[in-house]
């Protein structure tokens, strides 16, 4: 399956130590760029929108990231920051990849056709101007992409579920610790009873994530997933990551 490469690798860059270092530079701590680098490709909306958008993340800790990051540079150009960064490792981390050519063959076929009804955040970074050509960069730039994609499905599923983000996180593998990541704050919903709706917020996500695959013929996805797998035994342990949602 793509889900879990995609979302590793996806997010890698975020969390790479050089990121942190460009969000320094600038004047940013690493969560306030994160928050702007990735909401700011909707441009200079206000907070809580940025907050709607992202789904998963506390709004109030959304709105603390945004705001001081607003006070630095307008949100745009921060996400075009983070989306160099995003190049850059790609090129560093990906460029040497034996397939990179075929990988960006097959899932630029996904992006550039997958509906965007609904997902915002995906939209908005599907027109982004990417600022460097070079195979491995925009190869991260694709597997951010399709992170965003999937999570902006999540995001619909859950809802339709009949959850709230946080019930969704609660009911998740990362329980109290991925909704304390995520800047909620306790008392958080008992989980038991949530536990088969995000079952099948889960199955719904992959049900409108894989419509988006579809446009590659059932040989084709199996390479492209087999080209995922390959890609990210290529990426040093420690490169990947990133904050979910």
Not at 16 to 35: C, H, N, Q, V
Not at 50 to 55: L, N
Not at 60 to 71: F, T, Y
Not at 74 to 83: C, D
């Amino acid at each position: 399956m793509a889900k879990p490469i995609v979302l590793e690798l996806g997010g890698a860059f975020s969390n790479d130590p050089k990121t942190m270092r460009r969000a320094r530079e600038i004047g940013l701590t690493g969560w306030s760029f994160y928050i702007a680098g990735r909401g700011g490709a909707l441009g200079d909306v206000r907070a809580d929108t940025a907050a709607a958008a992202m789904g998963f993340i506390a709004p109030g800790a959304v709105r603390d990231g945004w705001e001081v990051a607003r006070r630095t540079a307008p949100p745009m150009e921060i996400a075009a920051e983070s989306l160099s960064e995003c190049c850059r490792w790609g090129q560093e981390n990906l460029g040497e990849f034996y397939a990179v050519e075929r990988l960006l063959e097959l899932g630029e076929r996904i992006v550039t056709r997958a509906e965007s009804a609904g997902m915002p955040l995906f939209a908005a970074w599907r027109v982004m101007p990417i600022p460097n050509d070079a195979p491995g960069a925009r190869a991260a730039v694709l597997l951010h992409l399709l992170r965003e994609h999937r999570g902006a499905a999540h995001l619909m599923a859950v809802r339709a579920s009949g959850l709230t983000p946080i019930e969704a996180i609660i009911a998740g593998p990362d329980g109290v610790v991925g909704a304390t990541a995520f800047g909620w704050q306790p008392p958080y919903p008992r989980f038991e009873s949530l536990v088969r709706r995000r079952l099948m917020a889960e199955a719904l996500t992959d049900r409108i994530t894989g419509a988006a695959y579809r446009v590659l013929e059932q040989a084709e996805r199996r390479e492209f997933c087999r080209l995922l797998a390959d890609a990210a035994a290529e990426v040093p342990l420690g490169s990947g990551g990133g904050v979910r949602g």
